[in-house]
Nanobody, 121 residues
């Protein structure tokens, strides 16, 4: 089955940067979607960025500051987070599915374990 492992989380001051990585295994070679979600404590999980064969999507809250891209390793997807704000504090998850991306978390059955990001003022 599909497996995803996130890494790169940590604590950073407001305005700083972090780069998250998601190592993916078990997906077909084509027609895939990889997405990044985040879930602040006590709040719903929401998509922040995703990429499939047709479109790269960013939530309005992160547009211009976050960048999703393939990492140095072929099966690695990265999320570069710049100009971080305290409201970005959350558990960040990598998710994947076959076919196109969706913004609803219930469309994804494969999830990583999460990596914590904390942004202080």
């Amino acid at each position: 089955q599909v497996q995803l492992v996130e890494s790169g989380g940590g604590s950073v001051q407001s305005g700083g940067s972090l780069r998250l990585s998601c190592v993916v295994s078990g997906l077909p070679t084509t027609g895939n979607c990889v997405a990044w979600f985040r879930q602040p404590p006590g709040k719903p999980r929401e998509v922040v960025a995703s990429v499939d064969s047709f479109i790269v999507y960013y939530a309005d809250s992160v547009k211009g500051r976050f960048t999703i891209s393939q990492g140095n390793v072929e099966n690695t997807m990265s999320l570069q987070m710049d100009s971080l704000k305290p409201e970005a504090t959350a558990m960040y998850y990598c998710a994947a599915r076959t076919g196109v991306c969706f913004r609803e978390r219930n469309e994804y059955s494969s999830w990583g374990q999460g990596t914590q990001v904390t942004v202080s003022s």
